[in-house]
């Protein structure tokens, strides 16, 4: 997947864009859409480097790509055995500081690009490039006192890679870029968007003379002898006029660099304008190659964070508000419908208030009247001997009930006759009209008794009025 296919799959998450190239004194600005997969170019800006803090205080957008080209950086080439992508970052960072202890904070990042047999061994050979952290924040600073955040940062050289490798008809090819930057060339060695080799010589001026041909073709020879690699054609980008440009004197097929299709600028100095429209155009496939330090890109996920919590504490508010108003409403009508109950109350209070003066008067005589209750407290005899019917079973005789009133129960004593032929039996039913009794409601066992020799049995029940 090229870095041109990551940015259509991308795409609907990002509308409009803002990049901003510094280059030698100057900055420039490209304002850019993606619609149906084609990135318009709708605006560009060429600002003197004075200029560009008033820019940032007019333009109305916080978020902008960066691309730059720094006056001081480290770039190596390491050889490490076939190591998983996750520790590569960190042998990278190590080897840096080893070979450049003077790099005491940098942000750097690494190409993995070929594997080779180097002295029996296979091994990875990875492009590092790193820059000091001091000559990065006075970017980020210029960006950040304005209220404005970088969402990316990278040198130019690898916007030019990855604009390259867009190109279908470069795809797979290795080139030679090099880019103009006034007094300095910057020549990279690229193969599918990657970079294996670069190097920055100083120039006389603007555009291409003799004396950068040398270089160049001293540098198509070093990339064949030394680094083992065969560019198959040189692209030159410059920001400057082209017209009068020789391209005969290289040793390789030369040609200026050309937009991909899908950039679409009607702008009059999109040449001008070259390294922040490539910008907009490859930042969705800058991951690694991002320069910004982890502390800022922290704080940015810390100030995403927060805005998605201030956003997230706003709609629960205004959903509360809107809670408390509906209930607010709901609380009028609710008042409306107990105004008649209230008013009901009231008038039963004053029933409720007499109720218990009364009750609170025949108190008094209450316990006159539980006396007299007591005194007079009939048990219901009839009752009485109809449930006690149901213990007169087979087997079982009654010859005498004898009822004893006392106020507020009835003291039952039956005496009867249990037929039975051994033992056993006469207790087996002996326990059967224990059960049967049992089973009476209200009727509670006081005293039994049964006479083994006669088979007589007496049998004492209370039953509760």
């Known amino acids: 997947m090229n870095g041109f296919d990551k940015l259509l799959i991308t795409g609907v998450l990002l509308k409009k864009q803002i990049a901003v190239s510094f280059e030698d004194g100057t900055v420039k600005v490209a304002y850019g859409e993606l619609t149906d997969g084609t990135i318009t170019i709708t605006r560009t800006l060429i600002l003197k480097d004075e200029e560009f803090d008033d820019f940032l205080v007019r333009e109305?957008?916080?978020?902008?790509?960066v691309t730059c080209h720094f006056s001081s950086f480290y770039?190596?080439?390491f050889a490490f055995p076939p190591t998983q992508e996750k520790y590569l970052k960190t042998l990278v960072e190590t080897e840096i500081r080893k070979t450049n202890r003077e790099l005491k904070n940098f942000s750097s990042f690494y190409m993995p690009f070929r594997e080779r047999l180097h002295e029996g061994r296979m091994v990875q050979e990875v492009f590092a490039f790193a820059v000091d952290t001091n000559e990065i924040m006075p970017i980020i600073d210029r960006f950040t006192k304005y209220g404005k955040r970088i969402s990316k940062l990278f040198p130019d050289c690898v916007s030019i890679a990855k604009l390259i490798s867009v190109k279908r008809d470069m795809a797979g090819e290795t080139i030679l870029s090099v880019l103009d930057s006034g007094k300095e060339k910057t020549i990279?060695?690229?193969k599918e968007g990657n970079i294996s080799f670069m190097r920055v010589v100083q120039s006389r001026q603007a555009g291409f003379d003799e004396y950068d041909m040398n270089n160049i073709n001293m540098t198509v020879n070093y990339a064949r002898q030394t680094l083992r690699e065969n560019p198959s054609r040189i692209i030159l980008i410059t920001p400057y006029?082209?017209?009068?440009?020789?391209?005969?004197?290289?040793?390789?097929?030369?040609?200026?660099i050309e937009f991909p299709a899908p950039v679409v600028?009607?702008?009059?100095?999109k040449e001008e304008c070259i390294l922040p429209i490539a910008a907009l155009s490859v930042h969705t496939s800058i991951t690694?190659?991002?320069?910004?330090?982890?502390?800022?890109?922290?704080?940015?996920?810390?100030?995403?964070?927060?805005?998605?919590?201030?956003?997230f504490f706003l709609i629960c508010s205004l959903a509360g508000l809107g809670y408390v108003v509906m209930k607010s409403f709901e609380a009028y009508g609710v008042t409306k419908y107990f105004g008649p109950l209230r008013q009901e109350i009231e008038r039963r209070q004053a029933i409720y208030t007499e109720y218990v003066e009364r009750k609170r008067q025949l108190e008094k005589y209450m316990p006159y009247i539980k006396y007299v209750n007591d005194e007079y407290a009939t048990p219901d005899v009839q009752k009485a001997l109809i449930l006690l019917q149901s213990i007169s079973?087979?087997?079982i005789m009654i010859k005498e009930v004898e009822l004893k009133n006392d106020r507020q129960q009835l003291i039952v004593e039956l005496k009867g006759l249990i037929f039975a032929r051994t033992y056993s039996q006469l207790q087996s039913n002996f326990e059967n009209l224990l059960s049967y009794a049992k089973k009476v409601e209200g009727m509670e066992i006081v005293s039994q008794k049964l006479d083994?020799?006669?088979?007589?049995?007496?049998?004492?029940?209370?039953?509760?009025i």
Do not use: M
């Not at 083994?452 to 509760?464: A, C, E, G, I, S």
């Open 241 to 256: 006029k082209r017209e009068g440009t020789p391209l005969e004197g290289f040793s390789l097929p030369t040609a200026f």
């Open 393 to 395: 079973h087979e087997n």
């Open 288 to 311: 690694r190659e991002n320069l910004l330090p982890p502390a800022y890109q922290g704080f940015l996920l810390q100030r995403t964070i927060l805005t998605i919590c201030i956003a």
């Open 188 to 190: 990279c060695v690229v």
């Open 75 to 77: 770039q190596e080439i």
């Open 452 to 464: 083994l020799k006669t088979k007589d049995f007496v049998l004492n029940l209370r039953w509760k």
């Open 60 to 65: 109305k957008a916080d978020k902008f790509i």
């Open 265 to 269: 600028s009607f702008e009059e100095n």
